[in-house]
């Protein structure tokens, strides 16, 4: 018999197949429905000032057909890969809403951002600098298969691979299905460059310059990743390939911290695989790189004492992204177990917001270096998109930070 845990797990899981599954039919209601309606609603004359309307709504159902030719097939891949049936009649359709379809429009531009020459500029700016930082500090490529780097918030494993095409030995950890599910997607089944094609750009109907803009279309990837293998066999053959990539699924402070944080949550378990991984990891990465990850912290103090713990001593943190701490407007209350004060084995239920705790960036350095840690490098204020549209009227910009600690105690 299934425990709760596992039934869980599975009602996750097949609610975000079921979501990429059923994208077109959520994305034909909210995009085009709303559009035709309106259409429908203006006089004779006024429609025959717009002779191109309809035409457009019509490329529009093309494009959102293109993309769904993509969901399902990472629906149905994926479910295979994940030991689930493949009959999405018995996945978790009834739970899936309006928030996890939206979540797939940032999916298509999180694969712009990593898998595509579309992102080359904003993957130079940010994956670029850690990525140099680190060929600097290690300079010798046939060395670097024994440098450990960790990247939580590996996303679509883009920079997973950039490490490894470098040389190092890399793992990435997600805690997201929808990333993790579509990563393994474009990870496992690329058979060339180019090999997928989809339209990103279709679900914003703002500060656009050319209707074409909204519709054009986005070769993905521009790497192969499968190509690593040979490129290392033919040049480096003297490297153990097969031990250099890894990715895990998880929360990273429940699978990278130490075993003595105080508090029980969704992301932090007392789950014996948690606990021996944890374990496992006790200054166990020489590099550990984070990359628009810091940020989705809700106890920022919990990612550093989970970053001290898995890195080793005079390891560094490299950390590149802005402090736009996603809980700030989060409503939502968890109830935590921690143990009562001055009891080893009596816990209480203590009720706690995910926002709250959003500090400045002074704030975050001083309590960055009170918890052990050095600052080699940092710089402030360097600007860059995410996820953004070149061609766009408008957009928005980071001023990030970068910065490589040394964890000195």
Request: charged share 25%.
């Given at each position: 018999?299934?425990?709760?845990?596992?039934?869980?797990?599975?009602?996750?899981?097949?609610?975000?197949?079921?979501?990429?599954?059923?994208?077109?039919?959520?994305?034909?209601?909210?995009?085009?429905?709303?559009?035709?309606?309106?259409?429908?609603?203006?006089?004779?004359?006024?429609?025959?000032?717009?002779?191109?309307?309809?035409?457009?709504?019509?490329?529009?159902?093309?494009?959102?057909?293109?993309?769904?030719?993509?969901?399902?097939?990472?629906?149905?891949?994926?479910?295979?890969?994940?030991?689930?049936?493949?009959?999405?009649?018995?996945?978790?359709?009834?739970?899936?809403?309006?928030?996890?379809?939206?979540?797939?429009?940032?999916?298509?531009?999180?694969?712009?951002?990593?898998?595509?020459?579309?992102?080359?500029?904003?993957?130079?700016?940010?994956?670029?600098?850690?990525?140099?930082?680190?060929?600097?500090?290690?300079?010798?490529?046939?060395?670097?298969?024994?440098?450990?780097?960790?990247?939580?918030?590996?996303?679509?494993?883009?920079?997973?691979?950039?490490?490894?095409?470098?040389?190092?030995?890399?793992?990435?950890?997600?805690?997201?299905?929808?990333?993790?599910?579509?990563?393994?997607?474009?990870?496992?089944?690329?058979?060339?460059?180019?090999?997928?094609?989809?339209?990103?750009?279709?679900?914003?109907?703002?500060?656009?310059?050319?209707?074409?803009?909204?519709?054009?279309?986005?070769?993905?990837?521009?790497?192969?990743?499968?190509?690593?293998?040979?490129?290392?066999?033919?040049?480096?053959?003297?490297?153990?390939?097969?031990?250099?990539?890894?990715?895990?699924?998880?929360?990273?402070?429940?699978?990278?911290?130490?075993?003595?944080?105080?508090?029980?949550?969704?992301?932090?378990?007392?789950?014996?695989?948690?606990?021996?991984?944890?374990?496992?990891?006790?200054?166990?990465?020489?590099?550990?790189?984070?990359?628009?990850?810091?940020?989705?912290a809700s106890n920022i103090i919990d990612y550093l004492r989970t970053i001290k713990?898995?890195?080793?001593?005079?390891?560094?943190?490299?950390?590149?992204?802005?402090?736009?701490?996603?809980?700030?407007?989060?409503?939502?209350?968890?109830?935590?177990?921690?143990?009562?004060?001055?009891?080893?084995?009596?816990?209480?239920?203590?009720?706690?917001?995910?926002?709250?705790?959003?500090?400045?960036?002074?704030?975050?350095?001083?309590?960055?270096e009170s918890m052990g840690f050095k600052f080699i490098k940092h710089e402030s204020?360097?600007?860059?998109?995410?996820?953004?549209?070149?061609?766009?009227?408008?957009?928005?910009?980071?001023?990030?930070?970068?910065?490589?600690?040394?964890?000195?105690?």
């Amino acid at each position: 018999m299934a425990s709760q845990q596992d039934i869980d797990e599975y009602n996750a899981l097949t609610l975000v197949l079921s979501s990429l599954y059923n994208y077109s039919g959520y994305a034909k209601r909210k995009y085009i429905d709303p559009r035709i309606q309106k259409w429908n609603s203006l006089s004779k004359d006024d429609q025959e000032l717009l002779p191109f309307y309809q035409r457009h709504l019509d490329s529009l159902n093309h494009c959102i057909s293109m993309n769904e030719n993509f969901t399902k097939d990472v629906a149905l891949n994926s479910s295979s890969t994940w030991g689930v049936t493949n009959n999405p009649n018995n996945w978790n359709n009834n739970s899936v809403t309006s928030t996890e379809f939206d979540k797939i429009t940032k999916i298509l531009n999180q694969y712009v951002r990593e898998w595509s020459e579309a992102g080359s500029i904003e993957r130079d700016q940010s994956f670029g600098l850690i990525l140099k930082e680190c060929e600097l500090l290690f300079p010798e490529f046939d060395k670097r298969s024994d440098v450990k780097v960790l990247v939580p918030g590996a996303g679509l494993g883009r920079l997973v691979v950039e490490f490894v095409k470098r040389g190092f030995q890399c793992q990435g950890n997600e805690f997201s299905y929808f990333m993790l599910l579509n990563s393994n997607y474009i990870l496992n089944n690329t058979y060339m460059e180019n090999n997928f094609i989809i339209c990103p750009y279709i679900h914003k109907f703002s500060n656009i310059n050319k209707k074409n803009d909204q519709l054009r279309q986005v070769f993905i990837p521009d790497y192969n990743p499968n190509e690593l293998s040979k490129e290392f066999q033919e040049n480096h053959p003297n490297i153990d390939f097969e031990n250099l990539m890894s990715m895990v699924a998880g929360s990273f402070v429940d699978l990278y911290g130490p075993n003595d944080l105080n508090s029980l949550t969704n992301i932090y378990t007392n789950n014996e695989e948690a606990v021996n991984f944890r374990k496992e990891n006790f200054e166990n990465w020489d590099i550990i790189s984070t990359c628009f990850f810091l940020d989705t912290a809700s106890n920022i103090i919990d990612y550093l004492r989970t970053i001290k713990h898995a890195l080793k001593k005079n390891g560094k943190w490299i950390n590149f992204g802005p402090l736009l701490w996603h809980h700030e407007d989060d409503e939502t209350v968890d109830n935590f177990q921690r143990k009562k004060n001055g009891s080893d084995s009596e816990t209480e239920s203590v009720l706690t917001p995910l926002k709250g705790l959003e500090l400045t960036r002074e704030d975050l350095i001083t309590l960055i270096e009170s918890m052990g840690f050095k600052f080699i490098k940092h710089e402030s204020g360097i600007e860059t998109t995410y996820g953004g549209d070149d061609k766009s009227l408008g957009s928005w910009k980071y001023k990030c930070e970068f910065w490589v600690c040394e964890k000195v105690e």
